[in-house]
């Protein structure tokens, strides 16, 4: 037996693939676009924590339910189709159309299913909407009978909500007018259209014609006597899909939620509103939005807070998503291969059908890889979900104390250092070189910087346990006075702060688009830029670090987003473009300029530029196994670099960077370590008493 290139089965699988691949990046870019990222950590959080065991039961209950879909639809068509699609067949149009019914408002996803019945297996277009619709209106049907066993529960134990019977009216209403429509008017609307069709051969003549024998098709339904077997598939499909729903909620609650009512009728209750939100005419993607404010609306009146509810909600959503996604997009792939052995013998391509079909293929895989590289590569800039490990104390090679310029120097340097489990800021003091822990909140803490007296230090602190510097929103400004060791909290949504000349004004950057000035002593801020204001840059660009010189009335900026550049931005918003890299700053008397970019040891180094002709030269570029530098920081007396590298590992806030420490001119090798640990050092800051000697 010989085994040939079958060019039909090979287009269907690119066909699939790149479908799949579209519908992962879809569902991706949904994902992204519904979390903000000030909750993205809790998001994590809940996700991460979720019993795994429930969410496989949630899986389960999706293929059953999906199951009793298929045999619901199949029992439907063989009341008016000679041959009606197997078992297998409806299962696999039954998982994808679960997968598409979300994707666009008010469940017109489910048009999915008359698309692949028909086209795939050749099912008339009025038997499919049919039974679409006769489903739908079972459906209807038995949520009301489940509203009615919930109203009679609550009746039993005294803690009936009203507005459950306003709900079941609302279910009544709907169902029974769809069924006086679906059949008695249905008949009588296609009666009178029979005539309008044969006066017409127009595109109202063939309408009509569909609605005529869509109208004769319902009719030979309602005669065939399944009306008992639609009513206990529909309330199998319904229990299967509440139950699987109720799993996961347990399976996302009990880890990470306190003081939310897991008892079925309110959970059911919760559920039953997400649904009919997501079912609303609103253009809400994958109804992310919608599901999480119907079912945080029945939270809440049941007494779980706001915040809570909307992160359940989505946690909850997204492994739903998940998982009929994952079967969705499983049964697409494997519904493509069926279709086309069972439609080949019926069918001989000609050429030209076969350039079409080759041509689809492509144009579906090639647009899925951009898509879904494009969305995943969003997901990676978020930052890691989770907190590095700790690390452990390493030995000192050369003891830092022998080294005489060390001992010269008096002052002090601070970083961030997840060395004592989470991220915390630490002081080194000079020249005795002391380690001290400054702050001891269980939140991440990270990018001090050191008022001009050196006196105070700020500094950023996440608002949840864990947020990766990736992600620029969820975080406050504090400010620690160094001689009383109290904090105290400047800006709500303040990150990578700095000091002005006087020590008078802190600014900082607010969620991605926003530079700011707060003045501490009257309390007001002022916005320094905004990106997508004005005519100013496009709100599609994110400001990173920015930095203001108060000398020269420049800020110098990192653009990321829609554009990307490191630039010096002056009062007039004239843009000039310094180069690639990042973490641009400027140096204390504003004399110069200096940034990371490529072209180093291990790809960067540190850059020195004049701010008049933007003229740029390498300045540091460490010889040593850390050369992967990054953080750099001029101390205040204009004579001292310090900095943080890494052996060739990259996340600022998860690879081991050591702290460093250069006198500025001397040779590269004569830099000095000053941390010796394997955790997460980064974004020091150094004050000096005076320059040395």
Known sequence: MTFGFDRRLFLNFLLSLGVSLLLLGILMGGLAESVNFAILPRIATAIRSTTLSLVFCYFAASVIQSLLRAIRYQVILKTSEKEVPGLFHLLLVSMSRNMFVDMLPARLGELSYVAMLNRGFTVRVEACLSSLSISFVFDLIALGLLLVALLIYQLAISELQPWLIGALLLVVLVSGGLLVFLFPLMAIIGRWLERVRKESKSLVGRLARLVRETAVTLQQVQNSGIITSLLLLSLGVRLAKYLGLYLIFLGVVLPGFSGIDTRPAPVLITLISAEAGASLPVPAFMSFGTYEAGGALAMIALGAEKATSGILLLALHIWSQVIDYSLGIGSLVVFFFVVSHVRAPAEASSGKRAGIYTLLGVVFLGAGMVLFALEARKFMKMGSFTAPQPGISVERGTQASSIPMLGRLHGYVVWSSNRFGNHDIVMLSLPDQKLTRLTTNPHTEYFPRISPDGTRIVFCRSQVPWVSQRNPVPWDVYILDLKTGKEKLVVRYGNVPTWSEDGKKIRFQRRSNQFVEYNLITGKERVLLETGKQGFLSSSVSLGGPVFSDKRQETAVTLRGGKRA????????????????????????????????????????????????????????????????????????????????????????????????????????????????????????????????
């Open 566 to 693: 490191t630039v010096v931005i002056d009062r007039q918003r004239h843009i000039r473009r310094v180069g690639d890299g990042c973490q641009l700053d400027w140096a204390p008397d504003s004399s110069y300029l200096y940034y990371v970019d490529h072209g180093g040891k291990m790809k960067n180094a540190f850059y020195k530029v004049d701010p008049d002709t933007l003229k740029r030269v390498r300045w540091f570029d460490s010889p040593t196994e850390y050369s992967h530098e990054y953080f750099p920081k001029v101390a205040n007396t204009g004579d001292f670099l310090v900095y943080g590298a890494s052996t060739g590992a990259h996340e600022h806030d998860r690879a081991d960077y050591e702290i460093f420490l250069w006198r500025i001119g001397s040779p590269y090798s004569e830099a000095v370590r000053l941390s010796y640990h394997t955790g997460n050092d980064c974004w020091p800051d150094i004050h000096l008493q005076q320059p040395a000697k």
